[in-house]
């Protein structure tokens, strides 16, 4: 709803209440319409302040309304009338004015904003376009580039660059509803002809076609798939090119395509996903709400290597002292020298003080004595992990929580070699730390729940979309990551080729397929893993033995091409050849593809043809299929878990709403038949044979996805 006030004798004040964003809600809507009303009829009132409730402007139109029948005032005649009204109307921006939020603050004449607000048009994150307006006005204030950018990009910016830009008339560091009275007081009675954005003419670029060519290219290329970001270029381009009206047809045209797509459901499923991940629960039933975190002002980073160097810097970044330890001096030095730097590049880019005072810098472990939380990221080897674990117990002050970086060793076998396990949880970071925005927080059976609310607390405090998760080998991400390449590496066998396999993949909307990635992230790192685990043997064994371990089917092709020392771009050599070593532009090579005509030659193996289809199959539904098992395990609580990890972990297309909420899109009956298809066909594969709880989703009528933790519960206590 909306309360009305009359302050300083002739404004009238409209404060919108709908906490915790004052989302436009039909209740907010209609409160709008009548408040609005009211302040124009009364003859005493000169101009009109509207504000948000709790120091937060607008969030936009109410996500939780879409999919649901509409009812209330229309945002766009809503914003019509208070921009033809004839007393002056402030907008006064405290906290957010986003998508909706900021298209109510165009149809105002004026816009003040505190400093600390964040503007911006984000719906195409949503899957949608800014559609009250926002598509029209913005271009027409702004410049058609500016608008261009906001609006494809969905970015928020600052009240300094909103001012830069023109979207704001005044910035305030002081009360901004104050701010904006005494603005509304001296700025009564003047004409507002001139103050009406959807009368303006849209500013033209001389190349205007050619800019908008342009764009186009770059958005369809970083779109992957994604048709928001496109239909937001032609909604800017109808501002460009048409009167308002006529635009604003346009605007509505397009958002009528997007509104009711696929693509639009699975990033507002998401977009509540990351929130839903937030409101975590242990099989124990310990959760968000019942778990108190601990404080955490000073933590320590333990081996300063790739993963160590992101993650001091993510830490420093969020304001925490950091103590950062590397007993080799020559890498220590490295790494101060590398992690200033990052710390200068991001405060260039996002503007502010790089936080290099954060940090300091030790060859002891004994610097870690007074710090409330540890973090360990030395090299991937449980016997080293436990030693400096043991290092930690003896010099960290008591309830010191120990976190590891591990990506997949057991947390609860190193927690058992301290004597608090409580303290110990896994803090799974994804590299690079300092960028890549998620964070598996994983505990044990006996890591306390006031352990993983800290680990949850300070993940969230560096930014990070944090997922709490059982542990396991692999954890969530890794775990089904391993399926996904075991069916990549089975269709090498049978005839595919690396450029096949990726460019199904890259179609499908991942920013890499699985065989670019594998040469980004290191052939060597699965290498060693599997060798770790008995899989990888030496030499070019040939016969059917030499394609089966532990009694199921192995592909060793990926262990061949490591023998020949081919690890991808850090050796300008893997699964495409590349032009020297370090080099990102992946190009075919001619001895990947004798390469693989021999090997299926030695082990008799004839190629077929393999298309896209067959490809997306077999690689994306056996990772789903490990995920029904994760949450049959009970290794994630539901399938935004799974989801968000993969989204924000793994370069899953958001439009596509993550691997659980695609295989209800799909329809879990086809995942199921699919499955079956295929296990059917490879029998060796027992990873294809469809999880029970797959199957069972699919006997109770495959129900939607934001059911399934119900249903797997009702589930389980039938078991
Ligand atoms: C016509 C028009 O053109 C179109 C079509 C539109 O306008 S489409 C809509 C466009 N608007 C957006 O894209 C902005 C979306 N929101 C945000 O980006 C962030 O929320 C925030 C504003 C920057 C605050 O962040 P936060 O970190 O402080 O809190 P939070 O945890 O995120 O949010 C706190 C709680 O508020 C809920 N919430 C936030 N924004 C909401 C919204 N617009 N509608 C409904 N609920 C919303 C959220 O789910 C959470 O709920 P719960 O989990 O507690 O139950």
């Known amino acids: 709803m909306a309360q009305y006030t009359r302050v300083s004798g002739v404004v009238g004040l409209i404060t919108l209440q709908n906490p915790p964003v004052n989302a436009l809600s039909a209740v907010v809507r209609q409160g709008i319409v009548d408040k609005v009303e009211t302040a124009l009829s009364d003859p005493k009132v000169k101009s009109v302040v509207i504000c948000g409730q709790n120091g937060n402007f607008c969030g936009g139109a109410d996500i939780k ?29 405290e906290g957010s004015a986003l998508g909706g939020g900021l298209e109510l603050a165009l149809g105002c004449h004026y816009r003040i904003a505190h400093s600390k607000a964040r503007l911006g048009l984000p719906e195409v994150t949503l899957g949608l376009l800014p559609a009250a307006g926002g598509s029209q006005r913005l271009p027409r204030l702004i410049g058609v580039p500016a608008a261009l950018n906001l609006i494809t990009t969905g970015r928020h910016v600052t009240a300094a660059e909103a001012l830069q830009l023109g979207i704001v008339d005044q910035v305030t560091d002081h009360n901004t509803v104050d701010a904006a009275v005494k603005f509304a007081l001296s700025v009564a009675g003047r004409s507002l002809d001139a103050r009406r954005i959807s009368t ?18 770059k958005v369809r290329q970083s779109a992957r798939g994604a048709i928001a970001p496109v239909a937001c270029v032609q909604a800017v381009r109808a501002a460009a090119t048409l009167p308002y009206t006529q635009g604003m047809e346009r605007e509505k045209e397009l958002m009528a395509t997007l509104f009711t797509s696929g693509q639009a459901r699975a990033m507002q499923y998401i977009f509540f996903a990351q929130r839903a991940v937030g409101r975590w629960r242990m099989p124990s039933g310990a959760s968000w709400d019942t778990s108190k975190p601990r404080p955490v002002t000073k933590a320590a980073v333990i081996g300063l290597g790739t ?37 200068e590049r991001g405060a260039k880019r996002r503007g502010g003080v790089p936080a290099l005072g954060l940090i300091s810098y030790s060859q002891s472990i004994q610097a870690a004595a007074d710090v409330d939380l540890v973090i360990e990221a030395v090299f991937e080897d449980m016997a080293l992990k436990i030693e400096v674990f043991k290092q930690l117990t003896a010099v960290c002050k008591p309830g010191t929580l120990l976190c590891t970086n591990t990506s997949g060793l057991d947390v609860d076998q190193l927690a058992s070699e301290t004597p608090n396990p409580e303290l110990v949880v896994g803090m799974h970071f994804f590299a690079p730390a300092h960028v ?21 607390q300070l993940g969230k405090k560096m930014g990070k979309a944090s997922v709490a998760v059982g ?24 005839g595919a080729t690396p450029e096949l396999v990726d460019r199904a993949l890259e179609e499908f909307g991942f920013p890499m397929g699985v065989f670019r990635m594998s040469d980004l992230s290191g052939l060597d790192v699965g290498w060693r893993v599997r060798k770790a685990a008995g899989l990888a043997e030496p030499g070019e064994a040939s016969g059917p033995s030499a394609r089966i371990r532990k009694g199921y089917r192995y592909s060793p092709i990926g262990d061949l091409v490591c023998e020949q020392g081919r690890f991808g771009q850090k050796t300008g050599r893997g699964w495409y050849q590349y032009e020297k070593p370090g080099s990102r532009v992946a190009r075919s090579d001619p001895w ?11 082990h008799g193996l004839v190629a077929r043809s393999i298309d896209h289809q067959e490809v997306l199959e077999r690689c994306l539904y056996s990772l789903i299929n490990e995920g029904f098992r994760i949450l049959e395990d009970g290794i994630a609580a539901g399938p935004e878990d799974i989801d968000v990890i993969y989204v924000f972990g793994y ?14 899109m799909v329809g879990l009956a086809k995942v199921l038949e699919r499955l079956e298809h ?4 490879h029998p060796d594969v027992p990873n294809l044979q469809p999880c029970s709880l797959l199957r069972r989703l699919v006997a109770s009528g495959s129900p939607p996805v934001h059911m399934w933790r119900e249903v797997r519960k009702k589930l389980h206590s039938q078991l």
């Open 436 to 456: 890549m925005n998620l964070l598996e927080v994983v505990y044990g059976p006996r890591s306390s729940p006031q352990a993983v609310a800290t680990a949850m």
């Open 307 to 343: 993963m160590g160097r992101g993650i001091a810097v993510a830490l420093a970044r969020a304001g925490l002292s950091v103590v950062a330890v590397e007993t080799q001096e020559k890498q220590l030095l490295e790494a101060k020298q590398a992690m200033s730097s990052m710390l």
């Open 471 to 494: 542990n396991c080998s692999g954890f969530v991400g890794n775990r089904m990551l391993k399926l996904y390449l075991e069916q990549a590496s089975f269709l090498l066998e049978e």
């Open 200 to 217: 303006y003419p849209c500013p033209r670029p001389s190349d205007l076609d050619a800019l908008f060519e342009e764009v186009m290219q």
């Open 592 to 602: 990947m593809h004798s390469f693989l005509e021999q090997y299926r030659a030695r």
């Open 678 to 681: 295929y296990h059917q066909a």
């Open 65 to 93: 309304e879409f999919g649901t029948k509409m009812f209330g005032p229309p945002l766009i005649p809503m914003i019509h009338s208070i921009e033809a009204a004839n007393k002056p109307v402030v907008a006064a921006i």
């Open 651 to 664: 370069g899953w297309p958001r439009h596509r709403g993550g691997p659980m909420f695609y295989a209800s």
